[in-house]
């Protein structure tokens, strides 16, 4: 259903597609994979960043913190180191009855002096043995209550590190009150002969630890706090603050963190957690840095990559006018161009320009105008022309002066009782006037066309008392090809009011229809006076109809037709030497009858 | 074509300038580095009570980027020169001003003649005014009161008391006065007063205490301040044990704490000076700011004896983690 559906988009958005323009296309596809590219690299790049940028910060605080472990492992160790030496060096099996350890408890001191505020060596009972640097102790302190007391009491194998706290056994000098971190620790006591157990005391100045935290540069608004195992704050930036109530920290819960990082929400804000354990003692170093502080590393990145992404916006759009101008907008000119062209506004100037390839293709499109143009004339011509023979062909079907002429002849032929002469000369008219009408069709077959000009020659061989000879021969082949009507018959009037003008009987007029090379011939030839060249010439020239002779076309008007229907390689040879004869051929191509008189 | 190559060359030029602008900090909504200045003018000649408080003003000064001046009187409870220091602050350029007034209305009512458009800041006694944003301080009243019932609890009954009045110019100082008082006068011990005025050399009021005591013997002697504390150990120093009078103040300075511990003071009233320090910092930035600032902040106090003083809770407040 869903693949359906989605089909059904797809094909709507590529069929709209297809039917817009290409300046649409264009810009739509450039801009839309412009768009697509630069989204996808730049939210890749993005995303990349961000997470280096948290990677990077996580790593960070951890080296932070790896040093500040470094650091304070060494500085416990060292007062281990301490608790230890004075212990295995100097208190065990020395008996305290007899030997004192003040020098070597206070050697120890010295050379640590500027970490340790004292050190103490106390019985069971909590009874102080030895203290250096030298102090009183403060009346009525319970050593047994006390916590480190209690602590290095109830863990017996362990060193004991208590939480930071103010000095409050011993007297300082100048009313001093110094917060120190209680390293305490069971060992045994040697009092005569009796072993039994004691606490050896070392109080390490707070400033010790302060120190090597405080050193810890976290960027982005970050810093660095240490908690023990339970979760209390042993040291922390702000730790009186949190101590007058007036902040707050999440140190409770970060006991439960491991080592490492991690993100945790407080006070509604977002903060990036690295976390790492300092040996031995088990606690633990935090490492806080407020989201929000990276965050403003991101606002700047964001801010350019949304210039980046302007500007880029901007590029597309100007490539896009671009590709407009040059593309486009030229192909939009050359259809309207074209459109106009359709609409039929021939003398439109087609556009050039734009690329190469449009410029070609308007330049071609205007010769082709062109040419449509001439093609058009020639073909409006050659109409005209057709139709203007054909008129005149029409119009010597009937020749009236010709029929005036025969009638009289006839006349004259009945009235002196020629009536023989009378009847053949009706016939020859009868027959000649029908091939001449031919049922209307131009196209007639060779035989009837010599048909019609052996009557026309009948005829005017009686009116002019036989003043001619005339042969009309044909090859057997010839008789029924095609021909255009009254073709000869104006050749052969020619020839007689032409050539036999002046000749006293001893005219003659030959008639031949052959082929020669396939193609057909029918010559008209007669032995007149002939012709000078100049004469020949006019003869095609003007439509000049021997007026009142015969039917009244030119030579002209045969050879335009014949040309005008079978081209312009066919239509009248004319042969002329003067004094000896002219001979005009007229020149078709061999073409049978069909059916309806068409060629 | 103009048209559109003037629009063309100006977006040109506005995603440059942009891009210029962004590369730098303008863009960025980063925090101000400015410092302010901020001056302190306390009450006192020294510093001694005003050791904690300076702990938390420091804590206060880093966090915020203020630049901090804390200025001591010649005379502790000197109206005139505490006016006088006032003006010369501002004029050097501070940006906000925190006072424990000497004289709580006669300062205000300079104040109000003075034109000052800094924010004012009334530390320990209160002040009042439309430049004073805010009073933060313990409730000197119950500090008071809470002494009386102190006082009830460890002492027989219908011992005497003595009540050394300081200067009760200051409100803090006739607050607490006021506070013991009303537990006093409801209880069975009766009291009598002696007048210090303005006196507040620890030896001057040793003098006076001793002359006192030379016709009086008061079970118990109360001190309303730090000052005449100190002095009233002065005077305890003269004194044989049998003579050896009850103390109980209001007020915290290493000797005095020392004492404590030693049992020369019965108990203090100990308010918690870092938290002053601190808030009193914070909310002169605020006010410079012009954020809102609460106008009067009430701060905790502690009943302090030997038995806890290092309890905890009460090292936290006596002895600030540096």
Known sequence: MMKRMFQNIVEKILRTYRKRSIRFMISVSFSVSAVIAMLLVGVSLYLRFVAQVNTIIQEDNQNIIEQVNRNLDSYLRNMMKVSDSLYYDVIKNVDLTEESIYEEMNLLYQTNSSAIENIAVFDKDGELLEVVPLANLKPSINMKETLWFKNAMKKTENMNFSTPSVQNLFYTADYQYKWIISLSRTIEITKGKEIEQGVLLIDMKFSGIEQILDRAKLGNDGYVYLIDSDGEIIYHPRQQLIYSDIIKENNLIATTYKDGNCTEKFQGEERVITVKTVGYTGWKIIAVTPQKAIELNYIQTTVFAMLIIAFTIFIIVLLNIFISTRISDPIKELEQSVKKLENGYMDEDIYIGGSYEIEHLGKTIRKMVEQMKKLMNDVVNEHESKRKSELDALQSQINPHFLYNTLDAIVWMVENEKQSDAVRMVTSLARLFRISLSKGKNIIPVKDELEHVKNYLLIQQMRYKNKFKFEVNSQEEVNNLATIKLVIQPLVENAIYHGMEFMDGDGEITVTAFLKEEELYIEVRDNGLGMPKETVDKLLEDNHASKGTGSGIGLKNVQERIQLYFGEQYGLIIDSEPDEGTAITVHIPKRQMEEGGKV | ?322
């Not at chain 2, 300079?110 to 034109?115: G, I, K, Q």
């Not at chain 2, 006739?174 to 002696?194: A, C, F, I, K």
């Not at chain 2, 049998?242 to 290493?254: A, D, F, P, R, S």
């Open chain 2, 1 to 322: 074509m103009k048209l559109r190559t003037a629009i063309f060359l100006m977006v040109v030029l506005l995603l440059l300038s942009l891009f210029i602008i962004s590369s730098t900090d303008l863009f960025i909504p980063r925090e101000d580095n400015e410092v302010y200045d901020i001056s302190v003018i306390i009450n006192d000649s020294d510093g001694e009570r005003w050791t904690n408080f300076r702990s938390g003003m420091d804590q206060a000064a880093k966090e915020m980027n203020a630049n901090i001046s804390f200025v001591t009187l010649y005379d502790k409870n000197s109206l005139e020169q505490q006016i006088e220091l006032l003006k010369r602050e501002i004029d050097d350029g501070a940006d906000a001003v925190l006072i424990s007034a000497a004289n709580s209305k006669k300062l205000s009512e300079a104040l109000n003649e003075m034109v000052i458009e800094i924010p004012v800041l009334a530390i320990d006694s209160k002040l009042e005014g439309k430049q004073v944003k805010s009073y933060i301080s313990s409730d000197n009243f119950k500090m008071g009161e809470k002494l009386g019932q102190e006082i009830q609890k460890n002492a027989k009954e219908k011992e005497t008391v003595l009540i050394l009045k300081s200067n009760m110019n200051s409100s803090n100082i006739s607050e607490r006065y006021e506070g013991l008082l009303s537990v006093l006068n409801n209880s069975s011990h009766s009291y009598d007063v002696l007048n210090l005025d303005k006196i507040s050399e620890k030896d001057k009021v040793s003098k006076i205490l001793l002359t006192y005591l030379d016709e009086n013997s008061p079970d118990i002697t109360v001190a309303l301040d730090e000052s005449t504390i100190e002095g009233s150990l002065n005077a305890m120093e003269q004194l044989s044990t049998e003579e050896k009078i009850h103390l109980y103040g209001i007020g915290q300075t290493n000797r005095i704490v020392y004492n404590l511990e030693m049992e020369n003071i019965n108990s203090i009233i100990v308010s918690n000076m870092f938290t002053m320090g601190y808030l009193g910092i914070k909310n002169a930035v605020d006010a410079i700011l012009q954020k809102p600032v609460k106008d009067k902040i009430e701060l905790e106090f502690g009943v302090i004896d030997k038995e806890n003083m290092y309890s905890i809770k009460n090292q936290r407040l006596l002895f600030p983690v540096p």
